[in-house]
């Protein structure tokens, strides 16, 4: 039964590299996806507070 042999400084190194760029893709996809859902609710409250604000100028026109 064979050993497999030691990996070498520059094999592990350009793994090292790999799973920080992996690490880092995962982070983003997830930070973008964060932030476009929290733009999406400021998007929905200040339409509804418009709303709010043009039904309360409309009453008191009246």
């Keep these: 039964m064979e050993f497999p042999k030691e990996a070498s400084f520059s ?3 350009l793994l090292f590299f790999f799973f920080i760029l992996i690490v880092t893709i995962l982070i983003s ?18 339409l ?13 026109l009246e």
């Excluded at 996806?33 to 400021?42: C, D, K, Q």
């Excluded at 509804?48 to 008191?60: D, G, I, L, S, Y």
């Design 48 to 60: 509804f507070k418009r709303q709010e604000r043009k039904r309360f100028q409309k009453n008191e």
């Design 29 to 46: 996809c997830f930070s973008s996806e964060f932030s476009i859902s929290l733009r999406g609710e400021y998007l929905l409250d200040y």
């Design 11 to 13: 094999e592990a190194l």
